[in-house]
Nanobody, 116 residues
């Protein structure tokens, strides 16, 4: 199983970034996939998930600013992040769920830093 994130970096407040996660080794079409993040000194928190049918869920802190999407043909999940704030600074992890309420698979993470 592999989940490989890309697209992180440094952006100014109010800016945008788009994260991508290329996956392999599990049944992407049927799995729920998504993103978590972890800021220094804080616990990992849910950012967004998208189910196989396309239903989405967002953490309260990103609703209205972030958009999650998936491309089943490419086995890739995306996270469009708009109106970024300094508190969005974190390592962002791509995840996949096999069963249950906690992800079964995690990527290595990509750093997003929002700063002027």
């Amino acid at each position: 199983v592999q989940l490989v994130e890309s697209g992180g970096g440094l952006v100014q407040p109010g800016g945008s970034l788009k994260l991508s996660c290329a996956t392999s080794g599990f049944p992407f079409r049927v799995n729920t996939v998504g993103w978590f993040r972890q800021a220094p000194g804080k616990e990992r928190e849910l950012v967004a998930t998208v189910r196989s049918a396309g239903n989405t869920e967002y953490g309260d802190s990103v609703k209205g600013r972030f958009i999650i999407s998936r491309d089943n043909a490419k086995k890739t999940v995306y996270l469009q992040m708009n109106n970024l704030k300094p508190e969005d600074t974190a390592v962002y992890y791509c995840v996949s769920y096999e069963a249950g309420s906690w992800p079964s698979y995690w990527g290595q993470g990509t750093q997003v830093t929002v700063s002027s």
